[in-house]
């Protein structure tokens, strides 16, 4: 999906929602155990009951592959069945040398048909452009993320400018791609970050997880963080797809998508 | 497996070699193309011709998962087919905010019988954790890489000490865990960096990707990086199992690692 059909959704829908698929085996609902692929089955209803509000979903890699090749199997059937006018987005952190990303890529954008992969910058260049050689597909790399280790390394401030790492990272990344084939991450709990983010970065979409569970608020990021094509993808998973552990789950998953959904319509109509 | 096991693993074998099973299917002799899963095939061809001179193996996850569910079952069996006795690494660069590690960490140490995993550290200390919270298992973390892009960020200086971003990586993580529980990459083409990372972390073991193919110097490893537990694991991929492209591939590669094995005992008699 181009940036120009991911803004038209975003203007369709009045939404730019990214639902989260952080399908825990653990968390889901009991009567779901006993079918033959709970986690696909949980993600189908999820899907179905948030598709009306939702413009992106997010399956996060990891949920998956602990579960190693029966969890492969769940992911493959997710992606497959997510509705083909939604952004997709295989959440997997990837990145190696250049022949090994290569091979990342391949997994997530042809044998999968993820949209877009997300990837850690730490190894540099050749690591990062593998990504960025598929047309219509995105990499969207961790710049500032919300996590409590973004202080470790990401905040250290570098000689030179007096720019911290994050901000090297957003620098020279956003020298491999353009736009329209690279996103960043960017936590929803910095709002302080994203003014600086938004002076690097100005036209590059932005997917900003942490609103919900992890305590990001919506209109900050938006005040902040919103450009003229809306620029952000913001990502709940837990506040969602967990919102009740009933029966019914994913009427409860659709009212709550639906309510995150309103809150974004209404700071979509002060820019659009 | 413990670090007095590794290190008497090593002396018995006279060996510290890693064969990196970086495994492409376009690479694999054509007699093999036919069968059911040639990629296991080749793999398990190429562990019975290196066994005798090998310490461990490398699995590079990417070239599995670039087959989607295919490649994990030949990922699978791969690894339930190297010999108990040696170590075992997935190289797979993962990391992600603390629960979603714990699913990798499910993944590499329960799921599958990996001994190590190869973990970024640019999310911080929860990203790597996660890693570090089972018995006998190890968070191998990305320092000093080889590739080119490693300049881009692992080499900036950063404010206060003036060190570089690969010398803050390994003293603060080298805080999270212990010589028992935790190793580190270092690319064998950056000996300058080497003499560096020993001064910091003395005792740990170091993975060295990049002695072969990327041009790496063995004895200039040793003469930097050696402790008094040995302290390396040397990884070899596309030199041992792309030795020779034909029907005699395992063998060729057989021999290719008792080249370098002969070399690693030479340098392990220097010490011990």
């Known amino acids: ?3 120009q059909d991911l803004f038209s959704l975003i203007k369709k829908k009045k939404s730019f929602l990214s639902v989260g698929l952080d399908t825990d085996i653990r968390r889901i609902p009991a009567h779901l155990q006993k079918l033959e ?3 696909f089955e949980f993600n189908k209803q999820i899907i179905d009951a948030t598709y009306a509000y939702a413009v992106a979903y997010k399956p996060n890699v990891a949920f998956y592959e602990a ?3 029966k969890g492969w199997e769940s ?3 997710t992606i497959e069945y997510i509705p083909e006018d939604c952004f997709t987005i295989a959440d997997a952190k990837r990145a190696d040398i250049g022949n090994t990303s290569n091979m990342y890529a391949r997994c997530f954008f042809e044998e999968m048909p993820f949209d877009s992969v997300t990837v850690s910058p730490y190894m540099g260049e050749d690591s990062v452009k593998p990504f960025l050689q598929h047309e219509g597909k995105w990499a969207i790399v961790l710049a500032a993320t919300s996590n409590p280790g973004h202080f470790d390394f990401q905040d250290l401030i ?3 400018q007096g720019e911290k790492l994050y901000e090297v990272v957003l620098k020279k990344s956003a020298q491999w791609g353009t736009p329209d084939n690279m996103m960043f991450v960017v936590g929803a709990t910095r709002v302080e970050s994203l003014v600086t983010v938004r002076t690097i970065v100005p036209d590059h979409f932005l997917l900003i997880p942490g609103v919900g569970a992890q305590g990001g608020d919506l209109e900050q990021v938006c005040k902040y ?9 913001v990502n709940s ?3 969602i797809i967990y919102a009740s552990p009933e029966k019914d789950f994913a009427d409860v998953a659709g009212k709550e998508a639906q309510s995150i959904q309103l809150q974004m319509e ?3 109509s002060k820019f659009f």
Chains 1, 2 share one sequence.
């Not at 963080?225 to 993808?233: A, F, I």
């Open 266 to 268: 209404a700071q979509l």
């Open 37 to 39: 692929d709970p986690i």
């Open 225 to 233: 963080g919103m450009n003229k094509q809306c620029g952000l993808l």
């Open 237 to 239: 998973s837990r506040g």
């Open 158 to 160: 570098t000689q030179g």
């Open 75 to 77: 992911l493959q059937k």
């Open 67 to 69: 579960h190693g090749v």
């Open 1 to 3: 999906m181009n940036r």
